[in-house]
Nanobody, 123 residues
Framework: QVQLVESGGGLVQAGDSLRLSCAVTGGTFSPNTLSWFRQAPGKEREFVAGMGRGGIRQSASSVKGRFTISRDTPKNTVNLQMSSLRPEETATYYC?????????????????WGQGTQVTVSS
């Protein structure tokens, strides 16, 4: 069974940077697609950024130019470097994985999820 464990969340001020990491363990096959989602209280879970097979990357329009997703294959981790953070980006950030190669932005297409890490951005 694939397991995902996030780390790196915390309390930062608006404009600060933060780096999230997701360690991937277990399973017979490693996920081809790994993405980050976030969910604020009372809101739906939304796609932030993802990486598919062959290094294909996608990111939400709201984070383009500020957030960068990367994958460290030897360490089997996927990272999210976030900069110029905004208070409205306060949320629980989740790492998600799928064995398929299609880079989906829908949380319904991801069977594997981490427990989430809280990111709080103060104004």
């Amino acid at each position: 069974q694939v397991q995902l464990v996030e780390s790196g969340g915390g309390l930062v001020q608006a404009g600060d940077s933060l780096r999230l990491s997701c360690a991937v363990t277990g399973g017979t096959f490693s996920p081809n697609t790994l993405s980050w989602f976030r969910q604020a209280p009372g809101k739906e879970r939304e796609f932030v950024a993802g990486m598919g097979r062959g290094g294909i990357r996608q990111s939400a329009s709201s984070v383009k130019g500020r957030f960068t997703i990367s994958r460290d294959t030897p360490k089997n981790t996927v990272n999210l470097q976030m900069s110029s953070l905004r208070p409205e980006e306060t949320a629980t950030y989740y790492c998600a994985g799928a064995l398929g190669t299609f880079l989906s932005q829908s949380p319904r297409d991801y069977p594997y999820w981490g427990q989430g890490t809280q990111v709080t951005v103060s104004s």
